[in-house]
Nanobody, 117 residues
């Protein structure tokens, strides 16, 4: 049984930084690409960043390019999202997910990020 647990969310002022972590248990972590999604109130859940199984390829949605960095440590079964220069529009619940092929197969419970202006 795969479980994903996010941590690191919180309240930060605009321009500040946060580092989210997502720790996996169960499964073979290195077999999966890992994703970070976010969902703001009243909006759909959107993909923010993705990292390949080996960590050599990444993808970022345009609004976060140059500010967010996704990374992973396969030995620790953990994926990270470093978020710098945060903006109020980054406020959302952030979720990590394990991706197999084109399917986001496992999800964490989410962590709240609130950026005040």
């Amino acid at each position: 049984q795969v479980q994903l647990v996010e941590s690191g969310g919180g309240l930060v002022r605009a321009g500040g930084s946060l580092r989210l972590s997502c720790a996996a248990s169960g499964g073979i972590f290195s077999n999966y690409a890992m994703c970070w999604f976010r969902q703001a109130p009243g909006k759909e859940r959107d993909l923010v960043a993705l990292i390949s199984r080996g960590g050599d390829r990444t993808y970022y949605t345009d609004p976060v390019k140059g500010r967010f960095t996704i990374s992973r440590d396969n030995a620790k079964k953990t994926v990270y999202l470093q978020m710098n220069s945060l903006k109020p529009e980054d406020t959302a619940v952030y979720y990590c997910a394990m991706r197999s092929g084109v399917t986001d197969r496992y999800w964490g419970q989410g962590t709240q990020v609130t950026v005040s202006s």
